[in-house]
Structure formats: C-alpha cells, structure tokens
C-alpha cells in the first residue's frame, strides 16, 4: 500500500493551498481516508476525514475553510486549505482506515508565514 501526498508548501496568511493524496496497492473505496497535521511540538491531530460514502468531519478549527473530497475512481483525496492561518503550519499527512488496518502517507509540509 502507498499513500503518497502532494501539494504543500509555503503560503502566506489568507492564502490557499490544496493537497493530494494519491493511493494505490488497495481497495480505495472501502476505506475511511482522512487527512492528520502534526505542528512542532505537538501530538498529531486528526483535521478532516471522509467515509467511503463521501461523510465528512472536521476539526472544529478548520471547519468553514477546509474541504475534503474524494475520487474512489481516481483512488485519490484531496484537502481544499482557504484562509490559511499561521496555526494551521504542520506536516500534513494521507491516512486509510479499515477495521484494523491503518495506513499512512510520508507527510507533506505546509508552512503559513508571512
């Protein structure tokens, strides 16, 4: 299984960034994808998740500014980041959750600095 995320970078406050997870070596539609951050410093923390019928959560925190979608003919999700926030710099990381399998990408890097 891989799980390989794309799209971050530096952005400044106010600013966009959409990130991609592209997946492969699984059944991608019978899995609960969701997308975690981890800042300095701090525990990794669960952002926004999507089920397999296109249900979604969001940390209270993002809710209003970030979207996530899936394709499960693509086998990819994405993470719409609008009005971007100094806090919301982390490493942001693809996860596939099903039962007890647990998958995760390498992280990718988005910095919100001005």
């Known amino acids: 299984v891989q799980l390989v995320e794309s799209g971050g970078g530096l952005v400044q406050p106010g600013g966009s960034l959409r990130l991609s997870c592209a997946a492969s070596?699984?059944?991608?539609?019978?899995?609960?994808m969701g997308w975690y951050r981890q800042a300095p410093g701090k525990q990794r923390e669960l952002v926004a998740s999507?089920?397999?019928?296109?249900?979604?959560n969001y940390v209270n925190s993002v809710k209003g500014r970030f979207t996530v979608s899936r394709d499960n003919a693509k086998n990819t999700m994405s993470l719409q980041m609008n009005s971007l926030k100094f806090e919301d710099t982390a490493v942001y990381y693809c996860?596939?959750?099903?039962?007890?399998?647990?998958?995760w990408g390498q992280g990718t890097q988005v910095t919100v600095s001005s």
């Open positions: 999507i089920s397999m019928y296109g249900s979604t």
């Open positions: 070596g699984l059944t991608f539609g019978n899995y609960i």
């Open positions: 996860h596939a959750g099903r039962y007890l399998q647990s998958y």
